[in-house]
């Protein structure tokens, strides 16, 4: 008989889990193992500890208990194998953790699932994403079932966690798969889907703010997809839903491309040293992204193409700077949209006029003075 360590990585939740699903078909142990190296921004360690407090007290509700520890995930494994007898190991599997499954390959036979995108594989590929996306063809993975040996009340628990920013947040606290799942839904009933495609691209109070939840995988992107199908089919398609979709897409063609592009991995991190920033309009999301560890997907295409074009700086050291500071860092999507406002991956030298941004986006001068007297 199997006996399953199910190592979680980033897939912090219950729903929608194939993981999951194959080891509650065996006798399993769930497992968490926090790194000592403090690789993530202070943020999002903040969004880990509270999402995995989360999905503890959810395992405890269906009396499993999920064995946290930190250390060295070899040393840990190799421990907890020969003290339950494991007999095999399932873990998630993306581009980004090759050398982890490597690791625990050595040590038992493993399981791997892919569960952080919309297809588990794509082809190879070095199209533009209009004409990638043309290519697919089938649609994506229905979500799994919650296993029936759990309850499923996971949208009417809430987390017993006391969050404790000190600043006012810009973005709303979506620390637990069951926050998660519930500002999913909120997001749909009120509507406020329906004006994605004007609000993503604002300085502030922008966009769906899924990259949260979805960058530890307390969220499901299939079931946020699932779920917009499910809208439209009662709302009728709009502007909104068609936008966030393709930006789900986008999503998509960024694994895809980390996967297959090694040019796009970057280096060891390193400690990167800001330049001097000189306009205002940087300076402010500056500002905001070392304070709350969010910024808007606009304000970030602004800054890595500042600190690429107007200052020269290495497209690998502009991702190791929003590693240390972002909520939602996802190292693939990160290093991608990264890469592609280098020039790396765009063929058009695209350099943003800041003036212009500016009074785009910011015609009062309203974010540019909220942030500078808070740094003032």
């Known amino acids: 008989m199997k006996k399953i360590l199910y190592l979680h990585q980033k897939d912090l939740r219950i729903h929608d889990n194939a993981a ?9 142990i769930p497992v968490y193992i926090f790194s000592e190296q403090h690789t993530c921004s ?13 999905l503890k007290e959810t395992y405890a509700a269906n009396d499993v208990e999920l064995i946290t520890q930190t250390g060295s995930v070899r040393e840990i494994v190799t421990a907890l194998c020969e003290k339950h007898s494991i007999t095999e190991i399932c873990t998630q599997e993306r581009a980004d953790n090759q050398k982890l499954l490597s690791l625990l390959r050595a040590i038992r036979p493993i399981q791997t699932f892919i569960t952080h995108t919309l297809h588990e594989t794509y082809p190879p590929h070095k199209h533009p994403f209009s ?7 089938e649609k994506p993975l229905k979500p799994v079932p919650v296993p ?6 996971l949208e009417s628990r809430s987390t017993m966690l006391q969050h404790t920013q000190k600043q006012q947040l810009q973005y709303p606290e979506i620390y637990s798969e069951q926050e998660a799942l519930s500002h999913l839904r909120t997001y749909l009933e009120t509507k406020k889907i329906n004006g994605y495609k004007q609000t993503r691209n604002e300085l502030e109070a922008a966009g769906s703010y899924l990259s949260i939840p979805l960058s530890q995988g307390l969220l499901s992107v299939r079931k946020i997809y699932a779920d917009i199908r ?8 709009n502007e909104g839903t068609k936008h966030l979709l393709y930006e789900l897409y986008w999503r998509e063609y960024a694994h895809q491309t980390y996967t297959h592009r090694k040019e796009i ?7 990167t040293i800001m330049p001097q920033l000189n306009h205002p309009l940087l300076c402010a999301i500056q500002q905001e992204l070392e304070q709350t560890g969010y910024i808007t997907n606009r304000a970030r295409q602004i800054l890595a193409n500042a600190l690429a074009k107007k200052y020269a700086y290495e497209w690998d050291k502009i991702e190791h700077y929003f590693a240390q500071h972002l909520i939602d860092y996802d190292r693939a999507i990160n290093a991608f949209n990264t890469a592609y406002q280098a020039g790396i991956l765009d063929p058009r030298d695209r350099i943003f006029n800041l003036d212009k941004q500016q009074e785009q986006y910011d015609p009062e001068h309203t974010y540019i003075h909220k942030w500078m007297m808070q740094k003032e």
């Open 148 to 153: 029936a040996s759990f309850r499923q009340e």
């Open 230 to 237: 499910a809208y439209e089919q009662q709302n009728k398609p």
């Open 131 to 137: 004409a990638w996306l043309q290519t697919i063809r």
């Open 265 to 271: 991995h970057p280096n060891k991190p390193v400690r």
């Open 42 to 54: 202070s943020h999002q360690n903040t969004l880990i500890t509270h999402a995995v407090h989360a």
């Open 20 to 28: 999951l699903a194959y080891a509650t078909q065996h006798d399993f």
